[in-house]
């Protein structure tokens, strides 16, 4: 079964640049997580999607950042402009009723982003 | 907020021997969550506990849901090289759906 698939695996940018991360997750989750980790931070929660709807979005650090998730098996997290802090890995993970409100989360590969 | 705090930060052990490590909580969580990050990919879900007290193994791991329900621990038997990686204990937030990471132990096995 495919796991949650994200795109691009690596990407690396100019400080002003639009940056868009995709991710599809598994074939029916119904929840959709962002994350960022950093060595200073951690693991750190964006926003949360539930049955395409964004509950939670106290995650994302300012207004450059956006997610938008328009049928079920897509999303995106966008940054505009980016910067050089904005350097992370971005996971996305799914999960659905039952185990995501038990923390039981399914994650992805990861984007790893370089703002130069 | 809430938070969890694991020990220790690292590890670095020989091929063969039990690795201990622990999460502390000053809050109360109803599920405690082990996962393992390879390098270079996502975290992976190990063991899930959801009741105080309860033990639960899979193979060469066991994890401990502690009675006040703010502690839990791992344990890894006769490591071998493919335990290293990044530890993460974590936890559904008050409210649920919010999942809480520690900041990892990092376990390095020399062969």
């Known amino acids: 079964d495919a796991g949650v698939i994200q795109s691009p695996r690596h990407e690396v940018t100019e400080m002003g640049q639009e940056v868009t991360l995709r991710c599809k997750p598994i074939?029916?989750?119904?929840?959709l997580f962002w994350y960022r980790q950093t060595m200073m931070r951690g693991l750190e929660l964006l926003i949360y999607?539930?049955?395409?709807?964004?509950?939670?979005d106290s995650g994302m650090p300012e207004d450059r950042f956006s997610a938008k998730m328009p049928n079920a098996s897509f999303s995106t997290l966008k940054i505009q402009p980016s910067e050089p802090r904005d350097s992370a890995v971005y996971f996305c993970a799914s999960s659905y009723d039952g185990r995501a409100d038990t923390g039981e989360l399914f994650f992805g590969e990861g984007s790893r982003l370089t703002v130069l | 907020g809430q938070q969890l705090n694991q020990s220790p930060q690292s590890m670095f052990i020989q091929e063969g021997e039990d690795v201990s490590m622990n999460c502390t909580s000053s809050s109360i969580f109803n599920t405690w969550l082990w996962y393992k990050q390879d390098p270079g990919e996502g975290p992976v879900l190990l063991i899930a506990l959801y009741k105080a007290g309860e033990l639960t193994s899979n193979g060469r791991l066991t994890a401990q849901f502690g009675i006040t329900r703010k502690d839990s621990f791992l344990n890894i038997s006769a490591s071998i090289p493919s335990d290293v990686g990044i530890y993460f204990c974590a936890g559904p937030n008050t409210g649920g759906f919010k999942t809480i990471f520690g900041a990892g132990t990092r376990l390095f096995v020399k062969a």
């Open positions: 074939s029916g989750h119904n929840s």
């Open positions: 999607f539930n049955n395409n709807v964004p509950i939670d």
